[in-house]
Nanobody, 115 residues
Framework: QVQFAESGGGLVQAGGSLRLSCVVS????????WGWYRQAPGKERELVAR????????NYEESIEGRFTISRDNAKNTVYLNMNALTPEDTAVYYC????????WGQGTQVTVSS
């Protein structure tokens, strides 16, 4: 069973930065694409960034384009999300999972951006 362990969230002021990490317990890590989702209060969970198996292709939801960067380290079974220029609208619980076909969710990591 694939498991996800997200970390790196916290409370930050608007304009600040955070780096999220997700360790994925999957023997097939290096051949799978991965994505970051987020769920804001009162809203549905949405896919905001994804990265191809080789890491050469990334895609972003429009609201985070140019501010967030997804990356992966296949040697560490880890997916990262570097977040810059954070705004209060980025406040959410962030999760990693398979893009478009999520498996069982991890606990996520809370990101709170104050104005």
């Amino acid at each position: 069973q694939v498991q996800f362990a997200e970390s790196g969230g916290g409370l930050v002021q608007a304009g600040g930065s955070l780096r999220l990490s997700c360790v994925v317990s999957a023997s097939t890590f290096r051949i799978n694409p991965w994505g970051w989702y987020r769920q804001a209060p009162g809203k549905e969970r949405e896919l905001v960034a994804r990265i191809s198996s080789g890491g050469g292709t990334t895609n972003y939801e429009e609201s985070i384009e140019g501010r967030f960067t997804i990356s992966r380290d296949n040697a560490k079974n880890t997916v990262y999300l570097n977040m810059n220029a954070l705004t209060p609208e980025d406040t959410a619980v962030y999760y990693c999972n398979v893009p478009f076909r999520p498996l069982t969710w991890g606990q996520g990591t809370q990101v709170t951006v104050s104005s």
